[in-house]
C-alpha cells in the first residue's frame, strides 16, 4: 500500500525566506504526486501535480516541486515567503485508484 | 462562473441518523470526488462519480455512499452515524474524470468550502 509522509507537522519562515516543505512517499511503483493547500476555513487548492514527463513540475503563487525517484521525494518549494503563503499544506499520491494524503504541514510565515 | 457550492454547511447530528451532504460542481464539470477530513485521519479519499457512474472508492464502510445526477450535482449519504463521522467533508470537480482519486492527469480539481458534520 502506499504511504505518504510529510516531515514537520508545522513549519515556520520569516517573510522573503525560502520555503521548503518535504513529501516522501512510499509506493511500489511511482506514483502520482500531489500539493494541496488548505486555507482557514476553505477547501483545497491545488497547488501542483507530477504526474509523467518533466520532474521538475511549476504550480501556482510561485511554489515548485521536484520528483525524485532515488530518494521517494517530492518536496514542494518556494523561494521567497509572502505573508499570504501561510495556511496547510498536503502531499497526496495516487496509483492504481488509491489516493493516500499526508499528514499535512502547517507554514507560518513571520513579519 | 460559480465554484463549487456545497450545502449544508454545518450540520449537527446525532448516533444513529443518517444524513445527506450535496455538492454542486462547477459548470461543465462532470467530475464530483468526496473527502473526509479529520484531525486523526487527516484528510482521506471517499469516491469519485463520473457521468453518474461511480468510478473510484475509496477505504471505507458501506454506511458511506453517493450518487451524481445528470447535471453532475452529487449527494453523499452516511447512514448511522458514528461519533467518528464527525468531519469536514470536501467536495472537488474537474472536467474529466479522474487517474485515480479523482484526479486527473491535465484538469484541475476544485474545491468546495466543505460541510462541516458534527455528530453527538
Known amino acids: 500500500a502506499q504511504s505518504v509522509t510529510q516531515l514537520g507537522s508545522h513549519v515556520s519562515v520569516s517573510e522573503g525566506a525560502l520555503v521548503l516543505l518535504r513529501c516522501n512517499y512510499s509506493?511500489?511503483?511511482?506514483?502520482?504526486l500531489f500539493w494541496y493547500v488548505q486555507y482557514p476555513n476553505q477547501g483545497l487548492q491545488l497547488l501542483l501535480k507530477?504526474?509523467?514527463?518533466?520532474?521538475l513540475v511549476k504550480g501556482i503563487n510561485g511554489f515548485e516541486a521536484e520528483f525524485k525517484k532515488s530518494e521517494t521525494s517530492f518536496h514542494l518549494t518556494k523561494p521567497s515567503a509572502h505573508m499570504s503563503d501561510a495556511a496547510e499544506y498536503f502531499c497526496?499520491?495516487?496509483?492504481?485508484?488509491?489516493?493516500?494524503f499526508g499528514a499535512g504541514t502547517r507554514l507560518t510565515v513571520k513579519p | 462562473k460559480a465554484g463549487v457550492t456545497q450545502t449544508p454547511r454545518y450540520l449537527i447530528k446525532t448516533r444513529g441518523q443518517q444524513v445527506t451532504l450535496s455538492c454542486s460542481p462547477i459548470?461543465?464539470?462532470?467530475?464530483v470526488s468526496w473527502y473526509q477530513q479529520t484531525p486523526g485521519q487527516g484528510l482521506q479519499f471517499l469516491f469519485e462519480?463520473?457521468?453518474?457512474?461511480?468510478?473510484n472508492k475509496g477505504n471505507f464502510p458501506g454506511r458511506f455512499s453517493g450518487r451524481q445526477f445528470s447535471n453532475s450535482r452529487s449527494e453523499m449519504n452516511v447512514s448511522t452515524l458514528e461519533l467518528g463521522d464527525s468531519a469536514l467533508y470536501l467536495c472537488?470537480?474537474?472536467?474529466?474524470?479522474?487517474?485515480?482519486?479523482?484526479?486527473?492527469?491535465?484538469?484541475?480539481?476544485?474545491f468546495g468550502p466543505g460541510t462541516r458534520l458534527t455528530v453527538l
Open positions: 472537488a470537480s474537474s472536467s474529466n474524470p479522474g487517474l485515480a482519486g479523482g484526479i486527473t492527469s491535465t484538469d484541475t480539481q476544485y
Open positions: 509506493s511500489s511503483v511511482p506514483p502520482y
Open positions: 507530477y504526474t509523467t514527463g518533466a520532474t
Open positions: 497526496a499520491v495516487s496509483r492504481n485508484n488509491d489516493m493516500r
Open positions: 459548470s461543465g464539470h462532470r467530475s
Open positions: 462519480y463520473f457521468s453518474e457512474t461511480q468510478r
